[in-house]
């Protein structure tokens, strides 16, 4: 296990399709963290997982975003009737318990609405 | 409201001198700070981090120093590398909050 693994890399898709990203985080890791980075700007939390259950999940997530973690695994984020404004670079991170060791993030998916 | 400010968009350091990255914060709920960096097309990586308790942290060519009274810390990296070059981002995080709070980023340029 060498880190957090997103996939796909890079989405294109048309304005009102669904589209749906993965993230594999480091096997021991408990918490698994989706976050948002538009150009310019810093990374925006979406939503938070410790194993299974979704604790926290951000006011910047409209209806059309969904987030599971079925089994305390791997997670997905989906989207459904994308927007323009959906576009940026998601990206999932996930941390141990002990919070020193800070996250680590994988490479991101950008997502392109066209 | 940007609660992590970097205000600093870029800088420019030669080799082998000493890089400073600035970062204030407004929320003095924040126990906790954490600087990444990232390049492009790859997601942030952690670099090094400081409590609220401690004044000072380092790591190698990497140093922290947190200033409470003046909400402010800031990322000293000596002797700076060509390979440093890239985006530093400072975060901060409150309490038993999980979520962290990140600045916009400073572009880190090291010139050989």
């Known amino acids: 296990d060498t880190g957090v693994s997103q996939n796909p890399r890079h989405k294109i898709t048309k304005r009102g399709q669904n589209v749906t990203f993965r993230c594999d985080p480091i096997s021991e890791h408990n918490r698994l963290y989706w976050y948002r980075q538009t150009l310019g700007q810093g990374p925006e939390f979406l939503t938070y997982?410790?194993?299974?259950?979704?604790?926290?999940k951000s006011r910047l997530l409209s209806d059309r975003f969904s987030a599971e973690r079925p089994k305390g695994s791997f997670s997905t984020l989906e989207i459904q009737r994308t927007e323009q404004g959906d576009s940026a670079m998601y990206l999932c991170?996930?941390?141990?318990?002990?919070?020193?060791?800070?996250?680590?993030f994988g490479s991101g998916t950008r997502l392109t609405v066209v | 409201d940007q609660q992590v400010k970097q205000n600093s968009p870029s800088l420019s350091v030669q080799e082998g001198r000493i890089s400073i990255l600035n970062c204030d914060y407004t929320n003095s709920m924040f126990d906790y700070f954490l600087w990444y960096k990232k390049y492009p097309a790859e997601g942030p990586t952690f670099l090094i981090s400081?409590?609220?308790i401690k004044d000072k942290n380092e790591d190698g060519r990497f140093t922290v120093f947190l200033n409470k009274s003046a909400k402010h810390l800031s990322l000293h990296i000596v002797p700076s590398q060509p390979g440093d070059s890239a985006v530093y981002f400072c975060?901060?995080?409150?309490?038993?909050?999980?979520?962290?709070?990140w600045g916009l980023g400073t572009s880190l340029a090291v010139n050989p």
């Open positions: 991170a996930s941390s141990p318990a002990a919070y020193s060791e800070g996250y680590t």
């Open positions: 400081i409590s609220s």
């Open positions: 997982f410790q194993n299974e259950a979704q604790l926290e």
């Open positions: 975060a901060a995080k409150a309490g038993n909050n999980r979520k962290l709070i």
